[in-house]
């Protein structure tokens, strides 16, 4: 099945393509972030939330573990914090118990 896509995103861009769908056996789709081929700990799910975009506002610790949680992650605030705090995409504002996190560069 051939389909066409056209897409305005929240700043008004336009995208279009199209692409061939096949058809699969699966039933149920399963749309939770999933991390393939890599083992599932806090900074391997930092990175793919930089890469969704994200941290492209600032994001308070708080809201990083929410995040993580609503994708079904149960990871401790420690070690999410030192996932966020050591990735080099990441910039760290704020004082002690007030940090925020934002992108260095565009994913």
Sequence with gaps: MKI?????DEKGNF??????LKKTNKKNLDTKLEIKKQKKIPSNVVTELYKQ?????????NDVVNEMKKLGYNFGRSSIYMAVSGADFLKQKGTKGKFK?????PA
């Design 4 to 8: 066409q896509i056209r897409i305005i």
């Design 15 to 20: 995208y279009e393509g199209t692409t061939d």
């Design 53 to 61: 975009n994200f941290f492209s506002e600032e994001r308070q610790l």
């Design 101 to 105: 996190f934002i992108q260095k560069y």
